[in-house]
């Protein structure tokens, strides 16, 4: 019932800066953890930002400083500014959410700990 949908992706180039957004149905965004995952052709799920549902935030260490992750619980929106961009940032991007009443923690970077998933959007970063 619940969805799950990314836009924002595109080709850019490198240092340049996109702003993806992850919308999610329903009447409980708010009590979401939600998070952006990466993936690039050959390689695993790897969790890039992540928030909880109480606005605390954590980041990868490969984009800290560079990515600001945030909600808007008034428009069931979850965004990624990406800033500074490299070729190595070049992934599917997609966006995961697990309820707060299922797991109490909500900033884990594994993609194992969140149930729910979009099905992401194609991020191209060149050199």
């Known amino acids: 019932q619940v969805t799950v949908v990314e836009s924002g992706g595109g080709l850019v180039a490198a240092g340049g800066s996109l702003r993806l957004s992850c919308v999610i149905s329903?009447?409980?965004?708010?009590?979401?953890?939600i998070g952006w995952f990466r993936q690039a052709p050959g390689k695993g799920r790897e969790g890039v930002a992540v928030?909880?549902?109480?606005?605390?935030?954590n980041y990868a260490d490969s984009v800290k400083g560079r990515f600001t992750i945030s909600r808007d619980n008034s428009k069931n929106t979850l965004y990624l500014q990406m800033n500074m961009l490299k070729p190595e940032d070049t992934a599917k991007y997609l966006c995961?959410?697990?309820?707060?009443?299922?797991?109490?923690?909500?900033?884990?970077?594994?993609?194992?700990?969140?149930?729910?998933w979009g099905q992401g959007t194609q991020v191209t970063v060149s050199s």
């Open positions: 995961a959410y697990e309820s707060r009443y299922y797991k109490a923690y909500g900033l884990s970077l594994e993609a194992a700990d969140f149930r729910f």
């Open positions: 329903g009447d409980f965004f708010s009590t979401y953890h």
């Open positions: 928030i909880d549902a109480g606005g605390n935030e």
